[in-house]
């Protein structure tokens, strides 16, 4: 298993994509590459179909897959609101990598598990591995997800939304040699493993809380009082610091397995909270939420992103003791980067503090695709990170 990245910062697309291919291939001992990412800016979204043969073809890649976002990340470095390249190219021995492209008719289907097992030519006894890239504009990320969840129950996926800008035709997907729309994807199988990192960006405040009256989006009591009076008095517990946060950042988060004894970071999916009504004493969040649940306040600005990414980071670091990480997919929010910490590069360098100074590539997303527990999510403003390493 051998990872090779570049980034350009190339105005012209035909200079940019010369310059990772030079480096890239310059990196690279082996001759071929059985897989490259790419990742653009849509500053070169016009000219950028004729240069999809051109990598493949110089590359010898089985699959290329990628594309535009908002910034793009490789080589340690974030390139944000300017014209920007980021490749990665990775000879895998060993792995079998099946490309795949979906569009939004597919999912209005009334279709079983079993009619994805075929149309991907894969069952869960494979225990595929994916990698997905949707068009947020043209297909719906949501329900694409819960594809993948029932069709492959315990099967992690990693990805993020295609951003670039605010109209669809910001946006583009990479297959081979093709720009398409939908959703783009690959499922790895074989002798490798790849650990996931989701880190939400939010610190834990006050106590587990149990939904104990709610419907849909509503919830009217927390631990048998108003919800709304359980948040207040867990805000008026904090510190002035924490105060003042939670008045402009307070979310919501959901214990995702439910089973465990303690909960922590890691342990919540984040939502959140969109309103409160005093006469009711209920709270609006951003996700359907039932009787039974656990959940707990959050609160988010740089440095709990901070801090959480570092948490997130240090307990990847003993899995990687002994055989070192290869290469590292970042996909991150389009809110976080130099709009957040400012100062450029910040989520880049924290991983590769964890990881080594390895090959990378990744975008800012329009939304954020990770596992949490045993399940896969669509996230906000979080980093979704995979570090590759080979099987024991």
């Given at each position: 298993?051998?990872?090779?990245?570049?980034?350009?910062?190339?105005?012209?697309?035909?200079?940019?994509?010369?310059?990772?291919?030079?480096?890239?291939?310059?990196?690279?001992?082996?001759?071929?590459?059985?897989?490259?990412?790419?990742?653009?800016s849509p500053h070169h979204l016009k000219d950028f179909p004729n240069q999809l043969q051109v990598m493949q073809e110089r590359l010898s890649s089985h699959?290329?897959?990628?594309?535009?976002?908002?910034?793009?990340?490789?080589?340690?470095?974030e390139v944000e609101q300017r014209p920007g390249l980021s490749l990665m190219a990775a000879h895998l021995?060993?792995?079998?990598?099946?490309?795949?492209?979906?569009?939004?008719?597919?999912?209005?289907?009334?279709?079983?598990?079993?009619?994805?097992?075929?149309?991907?030519?894969?069952?869960?006894?494979?225990?595929?591995?994916?990698?997905?890239?949707?068009?947020?504009?043209?297909?719906?990320?949501?329900?694409?997800?819960?594809?993948?969840?029932?069709?492959y129950p315990l099967r992690p996926v990693l990805g993020g939304l295609a951003s670039g800008g605010q109209s669809q035709s910001s946006c583009a997907l990479?297959?081979?040699?093709?720009?398409?729309?939908?959703?783009?994807?690959?499922?790895?199988?074989g002798d490798f493993v790849l650990h996931t990192v989701v880190s939400q960006g939010c610190k834990p405040i006050g106590r587990p809380q149990f939904v104990t009256r709610c419907e849909d989006q509503i919830i009217y009591e927390l631990?048998?009082?108003?919800?709304?009076?359980?948040?207040?008095?867990?805000?008026?517990?904090?510190?002035?610091?924490?105060?003042?946060?939670?008045?402009?950042?307070?979310?919501?988060?959901?214990?995702?397995?439910?089973?465990?004894?303690?909960?922590?970071?890691?342990?919540?999916?984040?939502?959140?909270?969109?309103?409160?009504?005093?006469?009711?004493?209920?709270?609006?969040?951003?996700?359907?939420?039932?009787?039974?649940?656990t959940v707990q306040l959050h609160v988010r600005d740089a440095d709990t992103a901070r801090e959480d990414l570092?948490?997130?980071?240090?307990?990847?670091?003993?899995?990687l003791a002994g055989r070192p990480a290869q290469g590292a997919l970042v996909f991150s929010c389009n809110g976080r980067g130099a709009h957040l910490y400012g100062k450029p590069n910040h989520d880049s360098e924290m991983i590769a503090a964890a990881t080594g100074d390895i090959p990378s590539a990744g975008f800012f997303c329009n939304g954020e695709i990770g596992p949490i527990g045993t399940s896969n999510f669509l996230h906000g403003f979080t980093a979704s990170v995979g570090i590759f390493q080979e099987k024991v």
């Open positions: 298993m051998q990872f090779a990245s570049a980034m350009s910062r190339e105005v012209q697309t035909a200079a940019a994509v010369a310059e990772v291919l030079d480096s890239v291939t310059s990196q690279l001992s082996e001759q071929s590459a059985h897989l490259s990412l790419v990742f653009a699959t290329l897959i990628g594309c535009t976002g908002g910034g793009v990340i490789g080589d340690q470095q021995p060993g792995v079998i990598i099946t490309p795949f492209h979906i569009e939004q008719p597919e999912l209005e289907q009334e279709t079983s598990e079993s009619y994805w097992h075929d149309r991907l030519g894969l069952s869960p006894d494979d225990k595929p591995t994916f990698i997905l890239l949707p068009d947020p504009y043209v297909i719906d990320p949501r329900k694409l997800l819960d594809v993948f969840n029932s069709a990479f297959l081979d040699g093709e720009v398409l729309h939908g959703a783009v994807g690959i499922a790895l199988q631990s048998g009082r108003p919800a709304l009076e359980v948040a207040r008095e867990t805000v008026g517990e904090l510190s002035p610091e924490d105060q003042e946060l939670a008045r402009t950042a307070l979310l919501i988060g959901r214990v995702v397995d439910e089973y465990k004894e303690t909960f922590e970071r890691g342990d919540f999916l984040i939502r959140t909270l969109l309103g409160a009504d005093p006469k009711s004493g209920a709270i609006a969040v951003g996700e359907t939420t039932r009787p039974g649940q570092t948490a997130m980071m240090d307990a990847l670091t003993p899995k």
